[in-house]
């Protein structure tokens, strides 16, 4: 057995549970979770049609690197949405979703004979980017965000001894759990370090059509174009229909970027065994073709935070985020409750599940940047998601009182 796995910390839901293992809610109140972040709208007519109209794929191995039309239509949207033009042949890989990628690409870039290797992660963190960097034989290192920047990374806290043996750093804008975008300041600082220290940078894009103000989250290739890096050196960004769509269930995005760590990864995928179904290549075509359905989906997320966010912000430190799902919310220190108890207590008296903040997070450089925080995913229907904040909010002002 790899001895890494051991390495591994229990899922973020896992944990859930057992912290649930021990309690019921009233069986008179409807259940409603806000923990998980999975999309609830409904999936686009279309796109189901497109993955049942032609089943003929089924028939064939599909090529790793994926049809020449799911290629242009990841480029075409790229570059309608950043202004980017990418090379279809060697800058763009269709992907069985953002999460599988995002795990097999630390398996190609990390070299785990160097002493020390380092990959940063941005602390509280998408789990994925931990496990992948412990399986690949490296150590994370946790970067905090900082709350008093809007949760931005303090990339200017992490040591040299660290950039000197770091060989990836993970990016995630809008950012999982905080919904912070990252501006071009940030990006121009980044790419500096990666060009001194020689660090592949991986920009998890996943949220990046669900933001509330007129102007779109800036991404990492349109940030390298922007400062003249148009060979998109050292730098991958990941994306993917799940939320874009609300297709979660059919595993579909891609990378592009660096022409060479693209070359690499495909030659990855060839023996990993990382094709994607030609009809779920059919469906993804469509779907990256069409955006009436990505402003309407939009309209259904602004509409709900709208609508729950100052409901929220009377009774917990709480705003809305510049991007994504989520709402990352402060516990009032009047509850004298650390957020798992919050959590556990909330969901014992009221049936809503919300995500410990901590369990997003670690604990590192002194403290646990998820700490007396919760995470809120808003996938439901608008008025679910009202009620649950209506219900967390009667919970909250009975304590304080």
């Not at 089924?58 to 090379?87: F, H, K």
């Not at 994370?140 to 990339?155: C, E, L, M, Q, T």
């Not at 729950?308 to 985020?321: A, H, Y």
């Not at 510049?322 to 207590?345: C, H, N, R, T, V």
Request: charged share 20%; with cysteine.
């Amino acid at each position: 057995m790899n001895p890494l796995l051991s390495r591994l910390q229990p899922y973020p839901f896992e944990r859930l549970r057992q912290l649930f293992a021990s309690v019921q809610p009233p069986a008179d109140i409807r259940p409603i979770s806000l923990g998980i972040g999975e999309p609830r709208h409904a999936t686009p007519a279309f796109i189901e049609k497109a993955l049942s109209a032609d089943l003929k794929g089924l028939s064939v191995y599909p090529a790793t690197a994926g049809t020449p039309a799911l290629r242009e239509a990841c480029a075409a949207w790229a570059n309608q949405r950043y202004g980017i033009a990418l090379d279809v042949a060697t800058q763009v890989l269709p992907v069985n979703g953002s999460r599988e990628a995002l795990f097999s690409f630390t398996q190609v870039v990390v070299d785990s004979s160097q002493a020390g290797a380092r990959v940063i992660c941005p602390n509280p963190f998408y789990q994925i980017y931990e496990g992948a960097t412990l399986l690949a034989g490296a150590t994370p290192y946790y970067a905090a965000s900082d709350a008093s920047r809007n949760f931005a990374v303090n990339w200017d806290a992490v040591p040299d001894d660290v950039w000197q043996n770091t060989q990836m750093i993970f990016v995630c804008s809008p950012g999982n759990p905080t919904g912070a975008v990252m501006p071009l300041s940030e990006w121009e600082k980044l790419f500096a370090l990666s060009d001194r220290y020689g660090f592949v940078i991986v920009s998890d894009e996943c949220y990046s059509e669900i933001y509330f103000g007129d102007q779109p989250p800036l991404g990492g290739l349109e940030a390298a174009l922007k400062l003249g890096r148009s060979d998109f050196k050292n730098l991958v960004m990941f994306t993917s229909l799940s939320k874009r769509s609300n297709v979660p269930g059919l595993r579909s995005g891609f990378v592009a970027g660096d022409a060479k760590l693209l070359k690499a990864f495909l030659l990855y995928r060839t023996y990993h065994g990382g094709a994607m179904s030609p009809v779920v290549q059919t469906a993804s075509v469509a779907a990256w073709g069409d955006e009436a359905h990505v402003v309407e989906n939009r309209r259904l997320y602004k509409e709900k935070f709208e609508q729950v966010t100052p409901v929220l912000s009377k009774v917990m430190d709480v705003k809305l985020p510049d991007a994504s799902f989520y709402l990352w919310a402060g516990i009032p220190d009047s509850l004298g409750m650390d957020d798992a108890e919050f959590a556990k207590q909330l969901y014992a008296c009221t049936g809503v599940t919300v995500l410990p903040g901590s369990y997003l997070a670690r604990e590192a450089q002194g403290f646990n940047p998820g700490a007396k925080r919760i995470r809120m995913a808003l996938v439901a229907e608008t008025a679910e998601c009202l009620e649950a904040s209506q219900r967390i909010a009667a919970f909250i002002e009975a304590r304080t009182r």
